[in-house]
């Protein structure tokens, strides 16, 4: 019996998180699990009962970190042999040879993210002291996440992919595309808002191919028949709501019905829609089931419906066969869109990808270099010319965090934004101010008098 007198110990993780925001809303979901095994949180990771790692793939260097780390848990281990020490995410997802695992010698679990509906009888099993469950949910995407206290909140409503690019780990890491009910979403949104939430991002790896397995889900004064535009119109119903963002979009997934959405009233005036490559024969090898052509007329039609709309995309120089004439398509794209931000990446090989089999990596290192410099300079200059025309304007910004006296937050735009500000201000508030100066990478505010 425990008495008021008796220590009870609670067995406690850490969880360290690497990659993208499904990364981290996967991360959340683990806790939410571990939560109900009746573990706590420790930031003493050293002694730590369990350690999880959760890993992502799309960059080498990412994985390099994981490995690198390994030393460090052993070291743990040295002092607290029965800590557990679990890789979970991109890298098992993909490593079907289990050749990573061989180069990980402080991993007691190794699983792709779906799987973690295990850890209960997993954990029992290396620890029968810490847990005594084989409890099993069927969907790891049922598991009720673990969020920190905040007003924003990230909602995965999808995860895989079917597309193939031909560069990218994530249909091998993460399987193929699979969608939540639209029943278990808006749910969860709904509880969300009810708990102080204002801000919603809805995550998929190509979200707006959503496709609902319940349709019956949606009201019937749902005006639209594409589903992932009818979710939009769903959650932007939902009061109390302010904001409503997404990511990350497909081009060839851009229907009129998801353009249309974008004027919803609780949207976002910003749409991330990654190009890669403004060269039809770059996109063919790609893989990418689009063409310029279509990706424009993806632009021209949101930019009629919704005109000031910021835009954001994703940027491969140096893809294999990358001609020079190739890469000065993708920088006159750049220049007849304008993009306001754009996260450009060289390409780099990654193991188990179609494009590492098909292509040799041709383009010199300094070539890449070079043709990264080039677009880095002109997302810049764009990107301030652009918040430079915003000197003067009322903003709204969420304020998401202080530091160094700054209040910083997104605008609708999803734009970076800060000011000082003249008396307290409560985090997870929206605030009017005035930009002062628009840098490439920040507006400069004041309080709106
Ligand atoms: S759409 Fe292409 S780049 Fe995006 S996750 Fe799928 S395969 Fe990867």
Redesign the pocket.
């Known amino acids: 019996m425990v008495t008021c007198d008796s220590v009870v110990s609670v067995p406690t993780y850490s969880i360290t998180t690497y990659g993208c925001q499904m990364n981290k809303n996967d991360s959340e979901r683990m806790a939410g699990l571990l939560d109900s095994l009746g573990f706590s949180y420790t930031e003493d990771e050293p002694n730590a009962d369990l350690i999880v790692i959760n890993t992502c793939s799309v960059r080498q260097s990412a994985e390099n970190r994981v490995f690198g780390a390994q030393e460090k848990y052993l070291e743990y281990k040295k002092k607290k042999p029965e800590m557990i020490v679990a890789v979970t995410g991109c890298m098992p997802g993909r490593d079907k040879a289990s050749v990573f695992k061989k180069q990980l010698p402080a991993t007691d679990l190794y699983f792709p993210t779906p799987e973690m509906i295990h850890l209960p009888r997993w954990i029992s099993e290396l620890r029968p002291d810490l847990v005594n469950s084989d409890s099993l949910e069927s969907d790891y995407l049922k598991i009720h996440p673990l969020r920190a206290p905040s007003v924003q909140a990230y909602v995965t409503i999808q995860t895989g992919?079917?597309?193939?690019?031909t560069?990218?780990?994530?249909?091998y890491a993460r399987g193929l595309e699979r969608n939540r009910s639209v029943k278990d979403i808006l749910q969860e949104c709904r509880e969300l808002v009810a708990h102080g939430v204002i801000e919603i991002t809805l995550l998929g790896?190509?979200v707006n191919s959503f496709k609902a397995s319940d349709p019956g889900s949606f009201s019937s004064k749902n005006p639209y028949k594409d589903h992932f535009a009818a979710l939009l119109w769903e959650i932007n119903e939902i009061e109390s709501l302010k904001r409503l963002y997404w990511t990350?979009a497909?081009p060839s997934s851009m229907t009129d019905e998801v353009i249309d959405a974008l004027t919803l009233s609780k949207h976002v005036n910003y749409l991330h829609l990654?190009v890669?490559s403004g060269s039809d024969e770059v996109l063919r090898r790609m893989?990418?089931k689009y063409t310029r052509e279509q990706y424009l007329d993806v632009i021209r039609k949101m930019k009629e419906r919704r005109p000031g709309m910021a835009l954001g995309t994703d940027i491969i120089v140096g893809f294999p066969g990358e001609t020079k004439e190739q890469f000065e398509e993708t920088v006159a794209l750049y220049k007849e869109v304008g993009f306001d931000i754009s996260y450009n990446a060289q390409y780099s090989p990654r193991s188990g990808t179609l494009g590492i089999k098909l292509y040799a990596d041709d383009v010199s290192k300094e070539e890449k270099r070079e043709r990264w410099d080039q677009l880095q300079s002109l997302m810049e200059e764009t990107s301030k010319a652009k918040n430079e025309k915003m000197v003067g304007t009322t903003v709204e910004v969420l304020v998401d965090r202080m530091d160094h006296g700054y209040a910083y937050g997104c605008t609708h735009e999803m734009k970076l934004a800060r000011f000082r500000p003249t008396n307290a201000i409560q985090i997870g508030t929206i605030i009017q101010a005035t930009v002062t100066e628009g840098a490439s990478w920040v507006l400069e505010c004041e309080l709106a008098k």
């Open positions: 992919c079917n597309k193939f690019c560069y990218c780990v994530v249909p790896q190509t990350a497909h990654p890669q893989n990418r």
